[in-house]
């Protein structure tokens, strides 16, 4: 098993940063990528960005140059940085690890953009 722990939501303005961390627990040697979706109100949710364990990254076509993923293996921590935001990325942010068999996923952490 595997627990992930998001934090760093918040309530920002746009054009500010903030940068949201997963803290991993558990098995975590059996989890071969790491990623965040997000959930806007009434939308479905998508996948934002993800980091492989040979750190390859990949991100959604609609936030990158925005979204930076990265981690810190000694601390077993994935990080997702944001820049310039903007409304359209208000949403509940999920981090989520995959081992090859199934993935999971944190509780999430709500990040909220005022104009």
């Known amino acids: 098993q595997v627990q992930l722990v998001e934090s760093g939501g918040g309530l920002v303005q746009a054009g500010e940063s903030l940068k949201l961390s997963c803290a991993a627990s558990?098995?975590?040697?059996?989890?071969?990528?790491m990623g965040w979706y997000r959930q806007a109100p009434g939308k479905q949710r998508e996948l934002v960005a993800t980091i492989t364990r040979d750190g390859r990254t990949e991100y959604r076509v609609s936030v990158k140059g925005r979204f930076t993923i990265s981690r810190d293996i000694a601390k077993n921590t994935v990080y997702l940085m944001i820049t310039s935001l903007q409304t359209g990325d208000t949403a509940t942010y999920y981090c989520i690890g995959d081992d090859g068999d199934g993935q999971y996923w944190g509780q999430g952490t709500q990040v909220t953009v005022s104009s």
């Open positions: 558990g098995s975590i040697l059996s989890i071969s990528a």
